[in-house]
């Protein structure tokens, strides 16, 4: 069963922008608040997925180095959905974006492919 829905992906050039969305039903969003709160990840071909950037149930975010000032991370409570506005995209932020509850992660979903072009 799916819980977490990754969507917003897509090919920009480099420079460009994109928002990624991770929807959720209400009680699984309530629940993810309730603790740890969510983060987006990222893994590119050869590499470990990271992390890179999280959100809390007071708002409270955080992001990876290479993001910061470029990437921010929002929640929507009405709409039960998290954003990750990324703007000044490099090629290599490319990557297959995914998010996830933090400190006890869900099965992992299909994630959104990123692809940003030189």
């Known amino acids: 069963q799916v819980q977490l829905v990754e969507s917003g992906g897509g090919l920009v050039q480099s420079g460009g922008s994109l928002r990624l969305s991770c929807a959720a039903s209400?009680?699984?969003?309530?629940?993810?608040?309730?603790?740890?709160?969510l983060g987006w990840y990222r893994q590119s071909p050869g590499k470990q997925r990271e992390l890179v950037a999280s959100?809390?149930?007071?708002?409270?975010?955080d992001y990876v180095d290479s993001a910061k000032g470029r990437f921010t991370i929002s929640k929507d409570n009405a709409k039960s959905t998290v954003y990750l506005q990324m703007n000044d995209l490099k090629p290599d932020d490319t990557a297959v974006y995914y998010c996830?509850?933090?400190?006890?992660?869900?099965?992992w979903g299909q994630g959104t492919q990123v692809t940003v072009s030189a």
């Open positions: 209400v009680s699984m969003f309530r629940s993810i608040f309730m603790t740890y709160g």
């Open positions: 959100i809390t149930a007071g708002d409270s975010t």
């Open positions: 996830n509850r933090r400190g006890r992660p869900l099965p």
